[in-house]
């Protein structure tokens, strides 16, 4: 066998090894940076993401954060929040955002943009997918969830 | 134009009316509709095309903000809009998403006719399909029927200024055009009663309410001054009348005394020399008696055209039909105008061609006037050649015949000129001969007359030098069995001649002038019969008081008392003659003059002059 070859053939191997030792390490975190900094619970913050509820419990209208298509985690969150792909979950935002149920989204393209939109803005509830806990701010709740 | 003109008028008044209902309720709303829905329809046309673009950003770029924009602006519309998004196409369209959310919107209503809708095509990587802008159609009603209230308030309006002005211009136009067709109609009848109504009034009804009334002053006094005219007129016409009236009794009054003055005298002459003719004579004085009595005859047939003529003036000809034979009246009539010939070079031809027999209806009287008239014209016009007196049937049926009767003579002619006169009264064509021939003149005017009467008409044709065809035909009806057994036993009775039965019965004469007396008398010895005579009424009533008499004859004209009078003592009372049948003996003998004797109670009237067989004929018809 050539080389080059083989050479290339272990790289490979470390990717995949390094991949599926990555996503072995990944976690889900939830980012919730509730009003008033009240402490919310998974159900309510997925039920949030998933555009079942509108409004936090004190009304003020939530603002859910996505990755955007061009994120990596865009196909694993619609997967791990929605329990579909990324094209069915887009669907299913505009036809509430259509229908007048939800407030737009906003869509970023990776997690930290995610992470530095949600420290800033009261009322957002987002999603990012890392192997460490994401770094927030005091007001923001981190929920790991499977 | 009055009833009809109102009836019109209103007939307008609610077409109009009814236009502009129909215009304010119906066509504007309609337009209005029309023109929301396509302003609508425009309106969504455009808010779809947004809302493609937008939901294409939105799911291409994932700028879901946008979308709310617009769903805000779709939410604020006061239209109730609703705004779809059908993914798919046909068979597979389906209901993608719908705002507002809670709409209860299906894909069948997009194409019902609850919706006004806008389309337009959406096509994305993960949605392909349409968007459907849509607006309830009762949005756009709604908005019509804001329009109405004031539609039909304006409708009401219009109505309530229709009523208005229909009213005002029939109470101000039409009603005093009416009353003034009226006033004009009773006006033309002559109406001119009743008071007009006046109109204060300056403008044209006014006017014409003014003018009527003037109109109707002036007919009224012009119609009082046409009623006096004519009162007037009737005046003068009353007097005219009168005096027309009393010149016509006069001349009737004249006529009857100049007939009975000229009759009687000839009643004398005649009856005298018919008792002379009885007597011997020597051949001299026998030829100079038929010349008498030729004259004498002549002068009364004369006397007869003219008072005939002179009648005829006023009245027409009353003709009395009989039934006779008419082969043998005209073989009598050519009998008759033979002698006229006599010794004389014209030769007189009879051609009697009619049927025998042939009875017909016809005054027989009248029949031979004009017959002896135009053949004794002939005879005093021709010189030489001949006479022909000519009879035919042109036609024959058991009903009637149509007979053609003509004279033609080889006489002096008529000129052309004269044949167009020729019957005119008192011309002769031979006047230019300074009247070398005797007569009237109006023998063919009366020849006119008569066959006028009858229905016929006379024709001439004639050449100078040569000769002259007189003819005329005439219609005459059969008579029937009857008719014919009457005239056949007055035929027998007529000929049942002399020697009468001896008379038994005793007559009474009354008559004023000697002459009448003398021949009377001389006339009754011959007859046989017993008589008196009497000069005058009073002495008539009282011989025929005292004794018996069977029958009076009486003179008319008398002086002091009349016949009349002498009439009426009989009826009041005859003493010894009760009963005694009263005759009237006059030369007035018209047909009037006859008629009137008998409605007086004569039973019968005598003719002057009397010849002796007319008085042996009346012997006779006493029975």
């Known amino acids: 066998m050539p080389k080059y070859l083989l050479i290339t053939l272990v790289g490979l191997a470390l990717a995949w090894a390094s991949g599926v030792s990555r996503a072995a390490d990944e976690q889900v975190y939830i980012l919730v940076n509730a009003p008033s900094s009240a402490e919310v619970s998974e159900d309510s913050a997925k039920a949030l993401l998933r555009g079942q509820r509108r409004n936090w419990d004190s009304g003020q209208a939530a603002t859910v954060v996505l990755p955007s298509r061009n994120s990596i985690n865009y196909d694993k969150t619609a997967e791990m929040i929605f329990q579909t792909s990324g094209t069915i979950m887009q669907r299913t935002w505009f036809r509430l955002v259509f229908g007048g149920r939800v407030n737009a989204p906003k869509y970023f393209d990776s997690d930290e943009q995610i992470v530095s939109w949600i420290n800033e803005y009261e009322g957002a509830v987002g999603v990012v997918i890392s192997d460490t806990e994401p770094n927030v701010s005091g007001s923001v709740q981190v929920i790991p969830t499977s | ?623």
Request: glycine content about 6%; proline content about 3%.
């Open chain 2, 1 to 623: 134009m009055t009833r009809s003109l109102l009836f019109q008028f209103v007939g307008l008044t609610a077409v109009v009316t009814a236009i502009v209902g129909a215009l304010l309720i119906y066509v504007v709303p309609n337009g209005q509709r029309q023109e929301l829905e396509a302003s609508a329809t425009a309106e969504l046309s455009s808010l779809a095309a947004a809302y493609a673009v937008s939901v294409t950003s939105a799911l291409e770029q994932e700028d879901l903000e946008a979308l709310a924009g617009l769903n805000s602006s779709v939410r604020d519309d006061p239209r109730n809009l609703t705004v779809a998004i059908i993914s798919g196409f046909e068979d597979d369209a389906e209901l993608f998403a719908v705002f507002p959310g809670d709409s209860d919107v299906t894909t069948a209503d997009i194409d019902s006719e609850r919706y006004l809708v806008a389309r337009q095509p959406v096509s994305t990587t993960i949605l392909e399909g349409t968007v459907v802008v849509m607006i309830e159609t009762t949005s756009i009603s709604q908005r019509v029927e804001a329009l109405n209230t004031p539609l039909y308030a304006a409708f009401l309006i219009f109505l309530a200024l229709q009523i208005i002005y229909a009213r005002q211009l029939s109470v101000r136009v039409l009603l005093p055009i009416i009353e003034a067709g009226g006033i004009a109609d009773r006006l033309g009848r002559e109406d001119y009663q009743g008071a007009l109504r006046k109109h204060n009034r300056d403008d044209e009804i006014g006017q014409l309410a003014s003018s009527l009334r003037r109109l109707k002053t002036n007919l009224r006094l012009k119609n009082r001054e046409n009623r006096r005219i004519l009162a007037s007129l009737e005046d003068t016409v009353e007097e005219r009348t009168a005096e027309l009236t009393k010149a016509l009794e006069a001349k009737d009054s004249f006529t009857a005394s100049v007939s009975h003055e000229l009759r009687t005298p000839l009643h004398s002459i005649i009856a005298s020399l018919d008792l002379m003719s009885a007597e011997q004579q020597t051949k001299e004085n026998g030829e100079y008696l038929v010349i008498a009595k030729r004259g004498a005859k002549t002068l009364l047939l004369l006397i007869n055209e003219l008072l005939d003529f002179q009648r005829w003036e006023q009245e027409s000809v009353v003709l009395k039909e009989e039934a006779i034979e008419l082969r043998h009246f005209v073989s009598g009539i050519g009998s008759t105008i033979n002698t006229l010939f006599g010794d004389s070079d014209v030769e007189f031809v009879i051609q009697n061609d009619l049927p025998s027999p042939i009875w017909v209806m016809v005054d027989p009287n009248r029949l031979a006037q004009v017959l002896i008239n135009l053949l004794g014209n002939a005879r005093k016009f021709t010189n030489t050649g001949s006479v022909t007196f000519e009879a035919s049937a042109l036609q024959d049926s058991p009903i009637d015949a149509e007979v053609l009767f003509a004279v033609v003579d080889t006489g002096m002619g008529i000129s052309p000129e004269d044949v167009k006169r020729i019957d005119e009264p008192y011309f002769q064509a031979a006047e230019g001969l300074n009247r070398k021939f005797s007569g009237t003149g109006l023998g063919l005017n009366i020849v006119k007359r008569i066959s006028e009467a009858m229905f016929s008409r006379l024709n001439v044709s004639s050449e100078v030098g040569v000769g002259s065809v007189f003819d005329f035909s005439i219609r005459l009806a059969k008579s029937d069995a009857v008719e014919r057994s009457e005239a056949l036993l007055s035929g027998i009775r007529d000929k049942e001649a002399a020697p009468l039965p001896p008379e038994q019965r005793r007559f009474l004469y009354v008559e004023d002038s000697i002459t009448n007396q003398l021949v009377m008398t001389a006339m009754l010895d011959r007859l046989g019969v017993s008589h008196e005579v009497v000069s005058s009424a009073t002495e008539g009533i009282t011989k025929l008081r005292s004794e018996r008499f069977d029958v009076l004859i009486t003179d008319i004209q008398m002086p002091e008392f009349s016949g009349i009078d002498l009439l009426d003592w009989v009826t009041q009372d005859a003493g010894e003659s009760e009963g005694a049948r009263v005759f009237a003996c006059t030369a007035n003998a018209n047909t009037d003059a006859i008629a009137e004797f008998k409605a007086m109670g004569f039973q019968g009237v005598l003719t002057k002059p009397l010849s002796i067989e007319d008085l042996t004929s009346f012997l006779k018809s006493l029975g």
